[in-house]
């Protein structure tokens, strides 16, 4: 069953009478159009008994076309009032739609409210955001094949990054090394902003990478991933630039051995919780477990704000097409920070990650 037929057959069991999806990720998800609209107006409609329409801004249309969308699109000039066109078009299918499906996690109140006026009696009983989320929840064998082919930009990524390391380069100098040389091979677009955090830096887990020029003898964090067709990569290597103290070293092992642990645990039935368990109480053992400050993962797909969340609390049992990302970290301020993450996906007994890069710690040469 594809995507859009599943949402078509919770419309017939809810008894809806049209679904209208705003957020382009998951009109991406539908149809296979990817665009940000930023303020114009780009919608799916979903029916029960009905083939579904894209309405767009005319200068999408051929677009859409391009991609083979085999139902109707229609387009709306700048100065035209889109929901009087949408009603328009809905009015062919439906004269009267009552009991509507938006999803609540994304739909404006303005776009709400614009609907609500060519509608009046509308009732807006349906959700579809927690369905929409349940439904990415386990991705298909076409969509695992591009998180792959994502991965494998984002292993080229660090092998780039890797060898463009050498004294008197800075933070951004490297992030800037790594995006043209992805640019070069036609990858276009960064899942997120490249973060490349150097010693005492690496040690706040987010922001973003400085002027600052990367010492020797300090460890460097790299957490990149790369969009490829509409599904994107997450992963972090921390490496050492040339031959690193003791402490560096005994925090980059316990991390590595966090990670590898809920890594082999991963299989179908496992909880969620139990894989952040796992490895938190690695870093707890150690003795450095108030470093350890988020959650172990989160769900990926088609960005990095799916589900599962894979953190204490989530007793959700795995499944095999899950994917999401294992990343503990341990952040010691004014010292440093590692961090190691792969995303990987749920098979029948246990898992496969989608980047391949080495995780033993890794000594580049000074140069
Ligand atoms: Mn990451
Ligand atoms: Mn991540």
């Not at 929901?83 to 509507?100: G, T, V």
């Not at 591009?146 to 390391?165: M, P, S, Y």
């Not at 894979?310 to 503990?328: A, H, R, Y």
Request: charged share 25%; glycine share 6%; net charge negative.
């Amino acid at each position: 069953m594809s995507h859009l037929d599943e949402i078509q057959q919770w419309l017939v069991e809810k008894h809806l009478d049209i679904a209208y999806i705003s957020d382009f990720r998951n009109i991406a998800y539908f149809t296979g159009f990817e665009s940000d609209p930023i303020e114009r107006v780009l919608a799916l409609f979903i029916f029960p008994d009905h083939e579904p329409f894209i309405f767009a801004p005319a200068l999408e249309v051929e677009s859409v076309k391009k991609v083979g969308w085999k139902y109707p699109v229609y387009g709306y000039l700048d100065h035209e009032n889109p929901y009087a066109l949408i009603k328009e078009h809905i009015d062919k299918i439906n004269k009267n739609p009552e009991n509507w499906a938006i999803e609540k996690g994304n739909l404006t109140v303005e776009r709400y409210e614009s609907i609500k006026n060519q509608y009046p009696n509308a009732k807006f009983i349906g959700d579809l955001t927690p369905i929409i989320e349940k439904e990415k929840l386990i991705k298909t064998p076409d969509e695992i094949k591009k998180l792959e082919i994502a991965g494998q930009w984002a292993d080229f990524a660090f092998e780039t990054g890797f060898n463009a390391l050498k004294k008197n380069l800075s933070e951004q100098d490297i992030v800037a090394e790594i995006q043209y040389a992805l640019m070069k091979k036609g990858i276009m677009h960064m899942s997120f902003d490249t973060i490349i955090k150097s010693g005492k830096n690496a040690a706040d887990p987010h922001g973003a990478p400085t002027k600052d020029l990367i010492q020797p003898h300090e460890m460097v964090l790299f957490d990149l991933g790369v969009v490829y067709d509409g599904y994107i990569s997450d992963a972090t290597r921390t490496v050492a630039f040339g031959e690193i103290d003791d402490k560096q070293k005994d925090i980059y092992k316990v991390c590595l051995e966090a990670q590898l642990a809920a890594q082999d645990a991963v299989k179908p039935g496992i909880p969620a919780s139990k894989l952040d368990e796992i490895a938190r109480n690695i870093i707890d053992k150690a003795g450095y477990g108030e470093y350890f400050i988020h959650r172990l993962g989160h769900g990926m797909g088609q960005s990095e704000h799916e589900f599962p969340s894979i953190m204490e609390g989530n007793d959700m049992e795995l499944k095999p097409g899950m994917c999401f990302s294992i990343e503990p970290g341990i952040y010691i301020p004014g010292f440093a920070g590692v961090r190691i993450e792969d995303c990987v996906h749920v098979t029948e007994n246990g898992c496969k990650p989608f980047t391949h890069t080495s995780k033993d710690l890794k000594i580049i040469p000074i140069k």
